[in-house]
């Protein structure tokens, strides 16, 4: 097994375990943030569902060249863990999150990076099955991990009225924890062709300041981040899924002239996951380089 050492001072994550879903691809946002993770010092845990890669046109990466790949970013002493599942099956979430802990006992930190793509439409498309697919997916899926990640902090209590607060253990001397959930483009313009992925992430945009309050509480830190239009390989003429006549003439008049890459949206993540970023609570945050703007 290879590591890279690095100083004390680059390594703020050391000893913590991180849980990154969707991590299947060298292109991706999650194969970037779990190494910057695996840079700062985390253990790394590494959720993947190859078959949902292999039914879209940029198609499946080598998973052993995705965990050979983490593993040489590792820091001395720290481990690499992977896990297959469907997330669309909720029986398979447990599974994930008892994977993750098995390495040290505990999780501080979940990235929920999976989601659904392709065989969306407009809303004269939708079907109830189609909703589901995408529902159960990106936002069953993630509310479903967040609640079993702040179980291991918190033991479930009685049921709870509307209104009524999670008793936690006060004050904290910092965070017991960090979740970060992915939003999309639907907080800034339509997303046509694209109304159940838009609903699904919609809806932790939403409710990320509910959750956020409440895990609180727990000393749980909760965020959502919006990454932007970022080159996973679906913005590229020969893997795309969708026409991107004229997008090239707009990226070329943002001021940085460039789609995002997936290290930028892992640099945010990682430094929230810090000490220095662990201020920065309950907030929908756009990181796509004034795209939006342009």
Known sequence: MTHRSAPASATPLLGRTALVTGVSRRRGIGYAVASAFARRGAHIVIHHHRAHDEEQPWGA???????????????????????????????????????????????EILVCNHARSGGDGSILDQTAETLDAFWDVNTRATLLLTSAFAARHHAPAETRRPGDRIAGGGP???????????????????????????????????????????????GIVVNTIDPGPVST?????????????????????TPFGRFGRPEDPAALISWLASPEGSWVVGQVISSDGGFQLA
Do not use: C, N
Not at 178 to 206: C, D, N
């Open 61 to 107: 990466d080598d998973l052993d060249a995705v965990r050979d790949g983490i593993r040489s970013q590792l820091v001395p002493g720290a481990e690499l863990v992977d896990i297959g599942a469907d997330l669309s099956d909720a029986a398979a979430i447990p599974r994930v999150i008892e994977a993750a802990a098995a390495i040290t006992g505990s999780i």
């Open 233 to 253: 390989g679906y913005l590229d003429a020969e893997t795309t899924d969708r026409d991107l006549e004229g997008l090239d003439a707009r990226v070329a008049g």
């Open 172 to 218: 904290y001397a910092g965070p017991t924890g960090h979740v970060f959930w992915m939003t999309s483009g639907q907080i800034h313009g339509p997303m046509r062709g694209e109304v159940a992925y838009a609903t699904s992430k919609a809806a932790l945009a939403g409710v990320t300041t509910t959750v956020a309050a409440e895990l609180l509480e727990l």
